[in-house]
C-alpha cells in the first residue's frame, strides 16, 4: 500500500513510519521542516512539504495514496478548541479525498484515551465525555472520522494513552519530567492511586499498521498494553531516576505543584485493550512504562 502519514517526523509518527517501511508499504510523509524533509528521505521515504492547515495539500496527498494514517495536531494550548477546529478541518479534507476516489481505503485518525469517562475501564466501544472540557473539544474529530465509513472509506480511530512512551517525549511524561526537575520532588497527589495507562511508542506503531491493512470500517482501536500504572509507582521510579525525593500533596497542592497539568496529573485514566487485541490479533511486546523510565529520564536529559 501507499500511505500518506500526517506527523510522519514526531514521536509516534517516526516508529509508524519505520513500522510501515518495513513491513513492505511504500510511505508519503508530510513535513514542515528542512530537517523532516532529510530524516524522511534518508529512510526512502517521498516527501509532502507543508503543514495540516493546507488544505488542498492533504486532499491531494490523500487522494494519491491507497490510505491516511494522520498522527499531526497543531498543539496550541493557548487555542486548544482552534487546534481541534484546525483537525476536524483535516480529517474532513482527507477524507473526502478517500472517498472521492474510492476503491476501499483507509482513514485512520488519532485520538486518546483521556477523552473518556475518568475512574472506570474505558473500553473500545466507548465515546469521548463530553462533560469534560477537552473531550468535548477533540472528541467530535472520532466522529467525524468513522461518519467517513458512510461514504466507503475504511475509516477507523486509534486511541493513545496518556503514557506513549519510549525514548524521547513519551507524552505526558514529557511534562511530569520537568515539573519534577523544577520542584526538586517527584510528586502525586494523595495515596498516589490514580493510574494512567500506558502503551510504548513501538507497539503503537503495530498498531497503525494492522489498522491501515485490514481495520474495519467504524472501528475504535486502544494502543493500551497496561490498562493503569498507579501515579504513585510512576512518581516513585521518577524520583530514582532524577535522584529526587518522592512525596505525596494534598489535591490543594496540585494546582501550585503541577499549574495546568494538575487536571491531567490527578486523572484516573484506566482502559482495555482487549477488543483491539481480538480484532487485530495485536499482541504488544516492548518494555512497560516503569521498567522504560529510566531511558526517557536519559533521553529528555541528554
Known amino acids: 500500500m501507499r500511505i500518506f502519514v500526517t506527523g510522519s517526523t514526531g514521536f509516534v509518527g ?64 493557548a487555542d486548544f478548541s482552534g487546534s481541534c477546529v484546525t483537525d476536524r478541518a483535516a480529517i474532513t479534507a ?64 486509534v486511541r493513545l494513552p496518556p503514557t506513549t512512551h519510549g525514548p524521547g517525549s513519551s507524552g505526558f511524561m514529557s511534562l511530569l519530567i520537568p515539573v519534577a526537575i523544577q520542584k526538586g520532588v517527584a510528586a502525586y497527589v494523595g495515596d498516589g492511586q490514580n493510574r494512567w495507562c500506558a502503551g510504548h511508542r513501538d507497539d503503537a506503531a503495530k498498531l497503525y499498521r494492522l489498522a491501515v491493512e485490514k481495520g474495519e470500517a467504524g472501528s475504535v482501536f486502544h494502543a493500551v498494553a497496561e490498562e493503569g500504572v498507579p501515579l504513585k509507582d510512576i512518581a516513585t521510579e521518577l524520583g530514582k531516576s532524577l535522584g529526587i525525593p518522592v512525596v505525596s500533596i494534598t489535591l490543594e497542592m496540585a494546582e501550585d505543584h503541577f499549574g495546568g497539568f494538575k487536571d491531567l496529573a490527578t486523572a484516573d485514566n484506566i482502559a482495555s485493550s482487549a477488543k483491539t487485541k481480538e480484532q487485530l490479533g495485536w499482541n504488544p511486546t516492548s518494555p512497560g512504562l516503569l521498567e522504560d523510565i529510566p531511558i526517557i529520564v536519559r533521553a529528555l536529559l541528554s
Not at 477537552?134 to 474529530?141: D, F, T, Y
Open 94 to 157: 482527507m477524507g473526502s479525498a478517500l472517498a472521492a476516489a474510492g476503491g476501499n481505503r483507509a482513514l485512520v485518525v488519532t485520538s486518546g484515551t483521556m477523552l473518556l469517562s475518568r475512574g472506570k475501564i474505558g473500553n473500545e466501544a466507548d465515546t469521548p465525555d463530553m462533560s469534560n472540557p477537552g473531550a468535548s473539544a477533540c472528541g467530535p474529530s472520532e466522529s467525524l472520522c468513522l461518519d467517513f465509513a458512510k461514504q466507503g472509506v475504511r475509516a477507523s480511530v
Open 14 to 77: 517516526s516508529s509508524v513510519v519505520k513500522e510501515l517501511l518495513s513491513a513492505g508499504h511504500q510511505v508519503l510523509g508530510l513535513t514542515r521542516s528542512d530537517k523532516g524533509v532529510e530524516l524522511l528521505k534518508a529512510q526512502g521515504v517521498e516527501v509532502l512539504r507543508g503543514n495540516i492547515e493546507d488544505l488542498e495539500l492533504l486532499k491531494n496527498g490523500a487522494s494519491e495514496c491507497d490510505a491516511v494514517i494522520h498522527l499531526a495536531f497543531a498543539h496550541n494550548m
